[in-house]
């Protein structure tokens, strides 16, 4: 197992000196000396950039989507909940795609998708909540407490930009990553409710209301607070309209699909393309946590994301602002190596996690995690610490200092190009 | 000038005074309503008339009484092996599942069902706490119970099953007022909270800290006021506490590690009892809980002299809430300017406070719904801190849709089209607007779709004897807001009066003379009103 040759398809295919950082990458974290700090471009270059960062909620079972089908131990350790060798979706000589992620192995052809494998922290949280949290904050074990880390990021290095539109949350569920106690961001559940439902003369006053307000040259006690709320109303109010037409006006040829995901990535296109100004836009995907037969539900799932981002991605494609937009895919933990009895797996360790777009230098980032050197749970052991992707979004997407964000100095990967 | 009410709202108004630090407690209106904004959930212009005409200490003490105790309630406990989970809410196999060989689509709709009857149980008992707060009938209590949640966080994403959250919540409401003592005790054998900190795999040789850390950092002593070593071995006293699954408190001595442990200078074989007393008797306990009530109440964190003042006497007092609260409402510095109307409600004490200043009775589960979508679902805090609070309460989605719920309660968001044809619409229906479309969506998710606001506006101002709009805008300014309204607000709404006037056709008639055409202006002037920051202060 350990000895499996984890090529980078990409890079081999394009070959020469790319080849070099594909296996670098691939044989496991390693001290570099002349490392991504100085590879930052000019923090201007990255003003326009944006992550699209999508949580698969509720843990996803990484080995049912990227299959390892050569390996024994697979079939072993799934006897019933696996996803049969002839269905899958080729991709090298040890996994392939679920077929249901053709959208996605398109986007592998193209070398627009990198797959770091193993992913995870140590000694894993089964908690739902928890994992999250600990993926939320990036802190280390023990209570994870802050801002999220997305929110760290504004606090020390887009500190100069107070306005809330700079990370977007698409969704219900707003996830503490974005999270930030200096700064507000732009959340909504679906566009349509970022609006006072008020007529139009009603409207009039309650614009004229927050503008006197915002105006209050009285710094003190209440008349500090109600200035600061109005502040905070007028932003509500500049931003409201433009929320409403970026998404619900947004004109595009290609049909997203209509369930969660498909609506709030379309909204998040729509936004990208009127130029909004989110840096960050968030969206939760849920339900992965396939505890019984996990088959159907896990199918209906990855289609759903498959679809949703290739319409998104298919949507990117040609526009201006292609080469600026990072797509990051992440769960709380993987599920549990072996299935249950009830044909479906409980929560697990680690997991892979998926980068998307123009940016990326497709291939595989990160050993394969054994199928039988198990932790004492029976899970997968990780290989890549989930803070070093959050070092390589900070330091070589954002050019942050990713020491003021992460809690330790994390080895990034080259997974850009 | 119209009868009496308005007459006096409009003097200025000074009853009796208490003096305390040198200075005396100006019983005005102001501070009348500063006190019920605070200790209860804001007062109504005759609430404040009648506290009035009394004393002080006669007032704090009405808050402080329990009128109608909660009703007790009927819980059905339903077992986890009837969920198909294990005690630790993992999915059981089906070798071992209490439904081995029942088809698993029975098995889906039976466990379907039963998740419903766990959550419908809480929803229900969720309303009997905030009809106890919509009726009043143990203000101060029901607030400060309100308090104790956010303080001793629990969270039903963790929590699988509701029976325990509904649990902790009684026991937390029971001993809001009494001695925090009783309550630090009975948190670390509540078995929501054992679950909540994993304190179930928290075993003899295998320590888990997560209730250890909390107990301390955020439930007694606060960071810097113990070591990472005082985690480890208060960890281990709390070896072998099990919420079991019945829902009770179980000591494991099987799992509980009786060996001497070192907690905070004290060597002994604590268990979780021994911790918490020497929990207690840290001089940053009292001073903890001093700090976050004082934080809570005043809406500003206290200076040293006064934090050192209050966590002294909550000391003195046996930790006493009651004491430490009557005193706090007493003192002539719980009136000071700083603090007076420059705090930020929280979703449910501005939806409870609304309805109770306008005479309102909303649906069943809604104020669980409404708050939910504001930011702050009962029993779902964001984090194991609770709830930030204050300015936190405030972001721009959330002002908007304060403002909206508002809106459905006063009901100024009937008139359009959602609220007949787009209730039943997809949320793509190309007919609706998008104005419809957010208002049938908000109506469906809080309950609201069959409700009708039963807001009176003008009859209460024809019973004030409000004529003009002056006088109705002073008057409604002053009884919707839970501050002290703004001069300049009054203008505003003024010239808003003056447009509407035109556009509806209302020549100069009075809006006390009411009708079809004035109720939906004045449904609309609440609107605006509750939208505004100054509705969200208190």
Not at chain 1, 311 to 323: I, M, N, V, Y
Request: hydrophobic share 40%.
């Amino acid at each position: 197992m350990t000895s499996r040759l984890v090529f980078d398809r990409r890079n081999f295919l394009v070959g020469g000196t790319a080849l070099l950082g594909g296996c670098a990458a691939a044989s496991g974290p390693k001290p570099h000396a002349a490392n991504a700090a100085r590879e930052i471009p000019a923090a201007s270059n990255n003003d326009d950039r944006v992550l699209v960062l999508i949580e698969l909620g509720g843990g996803n079972d990484g080995l049912n989507t990227i299959v390892p089908w050569a390996d024994d131990a697979y079939w072993k350790l799934r006897p019933t909940v696996n996803v049969p060798k002839e269905t899958l979706l080729s991709l090298d000589d040890y996994c392939g795609f679920n077929p249901l992620l053709a959208r996605t192995r398109e986007q592998w052809n193209d070398g627009r998708l990198a797959i770091v494998r193993g992913v995870g922290y140590p000694k894993p949280v089964y908690s739902h909540f928890k994992s999250f949290e600990i993926w939320h904050t990036a802190r280390e074990q023990g209570r994870p407490s802050g801002d999220g880390w997305i929110g760290r990021l504004r606090n020390t290095h887009w500190k100069d930009d107070p306005r809330a539109e700079l990370v977007v949350h698409v969704g219900t569920q707003v996830p503490y990553s974005v999270h930030s106690s200096q700064f507000q961001t732009v959340a909504y559940a679906s566009p349509e409710s970022f609006q006072w439902a008020g007529d139009a003369i009603a409207q009039r006053t309650y614009v004229e209301a927050a503008n006197a307000m915002e105006s209050a040259t009285s710094h003190t006690g209440r008349d500090a607070m109600r200035a600061r709320l109005g502040a905070t109303l007028a932003a509500a109010q500049r931003l409201s309209p433009r929320v409403l037409q970026s998404t619900l006006e947004y004109q595009t040829k290609i049909e997203y699909p209509t369930d969660d995901l498909g609506r709030s990535l379309r909204c998040v296109a729509g936004m990208i393309d009127a130029r909004f100004g989110g840096r960050v836009y968030s969206i939760h995907h849920g339900n992965f946590d396939t505890h019984a037969m996990q088959q159907e539900p896990q199918s209906r799932l990855l289609e759903s994301f498959d679809k949703g981002l290739g319409a998104f991605l298919t949507d990117l494609k040609g526009r201006s602002q292609e080469p600026n937009v990072l797509v990051m895919v992440i769960s709380e933990f993987g599920r549990r190596a072996s299935e249950n009895a009830s044909k479906g797996t409980d929560h697990g360790a680690a997991g892979p996690v998926y980068f998307f777009g123009a940016p990326v230098r497709g291939g595989f980032y990160g050993k394969h995690p054994s199928l039988v050197e198990l932790d004492e749970n029976a899970n997968l052991v990780h290989n890549v610490d989930f803070r070093s992707l959050y070092a390589t979004v900070l330091e070589r997407w954002f050019g942050a200092d990713s020491l003021q964000v992460l809690p330790g100095r994390y080895e990034t990967l080259p997974i850009l190009a | 000038m119209g009868p009496l009410l308005l007459k006096v709202l409009l003097l200025p108004l000074v009853g009796a005074s208490v003096s305390g630090n040198g200075r005396d407690l100006e019983w005005n209106a102001r501070n009348v309503e500063h006190l019920f904004n605070r200790a209860a959930f804001g007062a109504t212009p005759s609430e404040v008339q009648a506290a009035l005409a009394s004393t002080p200490e006669a007032v704090v003490e009405r808050l402080m009484t329990v009128s109608r105790p909660l009703e007790p309630t009927q819980l059905e406990l339903i077992r986890w092996e009837d969920f198909n989970l294990d005690p630790r809410g993992v999915p059981v196999d089906d070798s071992k599942s209490k439904y081995k060989g029942v088809p698993r689509e029975q098995v889906r709709e039976k466990v379907t069902l039963l998740r419903q009857t766990d959550r419908a149980q809480f929803l229900e008992y969720a309303d009997r706490y905030f009809d106890s707060m919509l009726r009043g009938d143990a203000p101060v209590l029901d607030h400060a119970a309100l308090f104790w949640h956010g303080f001793f966080t629990t969270s039903f994403t963790v929590v699988v099953r509701k029976f325990e959250i509904i649990r902790q919540h009684e026991f937390v409401r029971a001993n809001s007022l009494g001695s925090f003592r009783d309550l630090l005790q009975g948190i670390v054998r509540d078995p929501g909270m054992l679950q909540y900190l994993d304190n179930n795999t928290n075993v003899k040789g295998h320590a888990n800290e997560n209730l250890a850390r909390e107990l301390m950092e955020l439930y007694s002593l606060g960071e810097g006021h113990y070591t990472e070593v005082d985690v480890r071995e208060a960890a281990r006293a709390l070896t072998g506490a099990w919420a079991d699954p019945e829902g009770r408190f179980q000591f494991q001595t099987e799992n509980h590690d009786d060996g001497e442990k070192q907690i905070l200078g004290h060597t002994g074989k604590f268990a979780g009892k021994e911790l918490v007393d020497i929990l207690l008797e840290q001089d940053a306990c009292p001073r903890w809980v001093a700090l976050k009530l004082l934080t809570y109440y005043e809406g500003v964190p206290p200076t040293e002299a006064r934090l050192a003042d209050y966590a002294a006497f909550l000391r003195a007092n046996d930790y006493r809430i009651d004491a430490f609260l009557k005193r706090l409402f007493l003192d002539p510095d719980f009136y000071r300017e700083e603090v007076l109307d420059a705090r930020v409600q929280g979703p449910i004490e501005f939806l409870i406070g609304m309805c109770h200043k306008l005479s309102l009775t909303p649906p069943r589960n809604f104020v669980f719904a409404a708050t939910a979508r504001l930011g702050q679902c009962f029993y779902d805090p964001p984090t194991v801190k609770g709830w930030d609070g204050g300015e936190t309460w405030i972001t721009n989605a959330s002002l908007l849709g304060r403002g909206n719920v508002a809106g459905v309660l006063v009901g100024a968001l009937d008139d359009t089209a959602a609220s007949n044809d787009a209730m039943t619409a997809q949320d793509d229906d190309v007919g609706a607007s998008t104005r419809d479309i957010a208002v049938a969506q908000l109506k469906r998710s809080t309950h609201t779709r069959d409700w009708k606001s039963t807001l009176d506006v003008a009859g209460e101002l024809a019973r004030v004897g409000a004529r003009t709009d002056d006088q109705a805008i002073d008057y409604l300014l002053s009884a919707w807001l839970s501050i002290e309204p703004p001069a300049e607000l009054h203008a505003l709404l003024a010239e808003h009066l003056v447009r509407v006037r035109e556009e509806a056709h209302l020549g100069s008639r009075p809006l006390a003379d009411g009708g079809a055409d004035v109720d939906h202006v004045l449904r609309r002037l609440a609107y605006i009103v509750f939208s505004l920051p100054e509705a969200q202060l208190n």
